[in-house]
C-alpha cells in the first residue's frame, strides 16, 4: 500500500468488461442505502451498466427490500446480507458505493479504490456528510445524496481522485506510549 498511487485511467477504460461495483452499509436499523436507492435503482443499474460496468453487488445488511440477484450475457446483480469479510469484493471492486461511515470509507479508500458515498441525510449532527465533504475537498471520493447518485454517476470523473497515503500506526502508538506515560 506505501508506495505511488496507480494512475487512475478514464472511467469508461477502466470499467469494460471487469468492473465490480460494490454497495455497502452500516447499521440497516439507521438508515438502508439498498432501500432508500430502490426506487432510483433501476436508473443507476442502467447507468452503471452503459459506463461499462458489467458486475453490481449489493450488500444490504438486514434491509428489508431484498433486490432479486440476476445475470444475463451482459449484467450480473449480486445481493448478499453479510460476509465474515469484504476484503474479496473490495479487491475485485472498480467502483465502490457506500455509506460515509469512517470505517467504511478509511477501508475502501486504504485498498485505492474509487470510492462514492451516499450520504444519509437523516442523521443529526451529520458527521457522515463532515467527514465525506473533508475527503472530497482533499480529492479523495466524491459524495451525494440518494437522489442525486444518477447525476453524480454520469458526471465523475474517477482520473481526478487522488490517492489516500497510507496510515502510520507507529506514530499513533508513539504518541499513545506518551499519553499513558509509557514514553517520555
Not at 5 to 10: D, K, L, M, S, T
Not at 12 to 23: E, S
Amino acid at each position: 500500500l506505501s508506495g505511488p498511487c496507480p494512475p487512475r485511467r478514464p472511467l469508461l477504460r477502466a470499467a469494460r468488461g471487469r468492473a465490480v461495483d460494490a454497495l455497502r452499509q452500516a447499521r440497516p436499523d439507521q438508515f438502508s442505502l439498498a432501500r432508500r436507492l430502490r426506487p432510483a435503482l433501476v436508473r443507476p443499474r442502467r447507468i452503471i451498466k452503459s459506463l461499462g460496468y458489467n458486475r453490481l453487488v449489493l450488500q444490504i445488511g438486514r434491509g428489508k427490500v431484498v433486490p432479486e440477484p440476476f445475470s444475463t450475457e451482459s449484467f450480473t446483480l449480486d445481493v448478499y446480507r453479510y460476509k465474515d469479510s469484504l476484503k474479496e469484493d473490495l479487491q475485485k471492486a472498480d467502483l465502490v458505493i457506500s455509506h460515509a461511515g469512517a470505517g467504511s470509507c478509511l477501508e475502501t479508500l486504504e485498498k485505492r479504490k474509487p470510492l462514492v458515498v451516499v450520504i444519509n441525510e437523516k442523521l443529526m449532527n451529520n458527521h457522515q456528510l463532515e467527514l465525506a465533504k473533508q475527503l472530497h475537498k482533499d480529492g479523495h471520493l466524491f459524495y451525494c445524496t440518494c437522489s442525486t447518485l444518477p447525476g453524480l454517476l454520469q458526471s465523475m470523473d474517477l482520473s481526478t481522485l487522488k490517492c489516500f497515503p497510507p496510515g502510520q500506526p507507529e506514530k499513533f502508538s508513539a504518541f499513545l506510549d506518551k499519553v499513558v506515560g509509557l514514553q517520555k
